[in-house]
Nanobody, 126 residues
Framework: QVQLVESGGGLVQAGGSLRLSCAAS????????MGWFRQAPGKEREFVAR????????YYADSVKGRFTTSRDNAKNTVYLQLNSLKPDDTAVYYC???????????????????WGQGTQVTVSS
């Protein structure tokens, strides 16, 4: 019922920046907590960030804290992930996901998210 489409990935040099977008369908978007995950070659899916429906509360994996920022514009049904100070280890496919029930007890668990985008590739060269 909810469709998510990521965009903004690309190739950047270490130390560079990218801004990822996730456009969502659905009239109740503002009630959905939104998460960002990534998956690198040979690695399991990894939690990156989460933002509450209002945008007031954000959560980050330790590996990206201080470098990445998630935000949202509920009027545009869009969530963003700003990637700064990128490292080669950040190379992965990045996915956005929606948690309609705002399950705060398992923010980092992919099973908390009912809807997923197709992913966008981020490649960071050294």
């Amino acid at each position: 019922q909810v469709q998510l489409v990521e965009s903004g990935g690309g190739l950047v040099q270490a130390g560079g920046s990218l801004r990822l977008s996730c456009a969502a369908s659905g009239r109740t978007f503002s009630s959905y907590a939104m998460g960002w995950f990534r998956q690198a070659p040979g690695k399991e899916r990894e939690f990156v960030a989460r933002i509450s429906g209002s945008g007031v509360a954000t959560y980050y994996a330790d590996s990206v804290k201080g470098r990445f920022t998630t935000s949202r514009d509920n009027a545009k049904n869009t969530v963003y992930l700003q990637l700064n100070s990128l490292k080669p280890d950040d190379t992965a496919v990045y996915y956005c996901a929606a948690d309609p029930f705002a399950r705060v007890g398992a923010r980092e668990d992919p099973r908390s998210y009912q809807y997923w985008g197709q992913g966008t590739q981020v490649t960071v060269s050294s």
